[in-house]
């Protein structure tokens, strides 16, 4: 499993996918493929998909009285929620038993391995949302897991951008940059679209 911003497959899966022998010359530009591609996929779907073991503070607004979305966050290991009062400050911090995290037992559709990305105030809890506060949460980021779709489109992205090399005119589907872009395959398109999330959510 990769750190945040590394590629979603490795060197020598995308070689395996290739049928390619390993040949140290072309290392620097499949792992451009891989980077670039990778990237696209960030920006299709607009979250990340990979983790870090640390946790770190973001913040986010409160922008309804029921629920707050976040980025995505896979573990409630080192989880600390808080919130702001009349003051700004960050001076209330919730306890398990007034939140919620979704998805509930991190399942989407039947699929289990999915993240945490909304808090929910729990009926009964002692604490509320203060609607236009902000809610800083220090988590563990990202995916427990890149999930296999992620990682078959980087592959097939990955390796079609690398066979530009032999086309002196690029393909359709190539942005300016030589990248493959996931509007443009349909087969990838197809693998990430249930990941796509409405909004970039920043923290």
């Not at 779907?45 to 309804?64: D, G, H, W």
């Not at 029921?66 to 960050?90: A, N, Q, W």
């Not at 391995?113 to 506060?133: D, Q, V």
């Amino acid at each position: 499993m990769g750190d945040i911003g590394d590629p979603y497959a490795e060197l020598d899966d995308l070689r395996t996918y290739l049928s390619m022998q390993e040949d140290d010359r072309f290392n620097s530009a499949l792992t451009q493929a891989l980077e670039s591609v990778s990237e696209e996929i960030e920006q299709f779907c607009n979250r990340q998909f990979n983790k870090t073991t640390t946790a770190t503070a973001r913040e986010f607004p409160i922008l309804n009285s029921r629920h707050v979305i976040v980025d995505d966050f896979f573990t409630t290991t080192s989880l600390v929620i808080e919130s702001t009062g009349e003051t700004g400050t960050y001076d209330t911090t919730w306890a398990a038993a007034d939140y919620e995290l979704h998805p509930l037992n991190g399942v989407v559709s039947g699929q289990t391995g999915w993240p945490y990305n909304k808090i929910k105030m729990r009926a009964g809890g002692s604490k509320a949302f203060r609607r236009g506060g902000r809610m800083r949460v220090t988590a563990q980021w990202g995916w427990n897991a890149v999930p296999a779709p992620v990682k078959q489109s980087c592959l097939i992205m990955a390796g079609a951008t690398f066979q530009l090399k032999d086309s002196p005119f690029g393909v359709a589907g190539s942005d300016q940059w030589g990248t493959i872009r996931v509007k443009d395959n349909l087969m990838a398109q197809n693998k990430l679209s249930r990941y796509v999330v409405d909004r970039i959510l920043v923290g």
